[in-house]
């Protein structure tokens, strides 16, 4: 089985930084695209970041200049750092992977990490 592990959560003052990690581990030949998603409470998951095998990213346009996403392919590990951080950006966050594995390609998802900015 395959399992993601997110670390990283906490509190911080609006202005502060904190960085996110997620670790894949168990039955992985390879990650496809990684990616952070977001939710607050009332409202939909969200996309934040993806990063694809080619590191090719991709930003949601609130986080855009502010949250940089990257990856160390040889340990399955996905990161976001997250600077400049906001009231806004307060929300359980979500690691995600496509995971090639078994001759198919598997979508997963980490337990959530809670970030809470105070203003």
């Known amino acids: 089985q395959v399992q993601l592990v997110e670390s990283g959560g906490g509190l911080v003052q609006a202005g502060g930084s904190l960085t996110l990690s997620c670790a894949a581990s168990?039955?992985?030949?390879?990650?496809?695209?990684m990616g952070w998603y977001r939710q607050a409470p009332g409202r939909q998951r969200e996309l934040v970041a993806t990063i694809t095998s080619g590191k090719s990213t991709t930003y949601a346009g609130p986080v855009k200049g502010r949250f940089t996403i990257s990856r160390d392919t040889a340990k399955n590990t996905a990161y976001l750092q997250m600077n400049s951080l906001k009231s806004d950006d307060s929300a359980v966050y979500y690691c995600n992977m496509q995971i090639f594995r078994a001759g198919n390609v598997y979508q997963y998802w980490g337990q959530g990490t809670q970030v809470t900015v105070s203003s």
């Open positions: 168990g039955s992985i030949f390879s990650v496809n695209t």
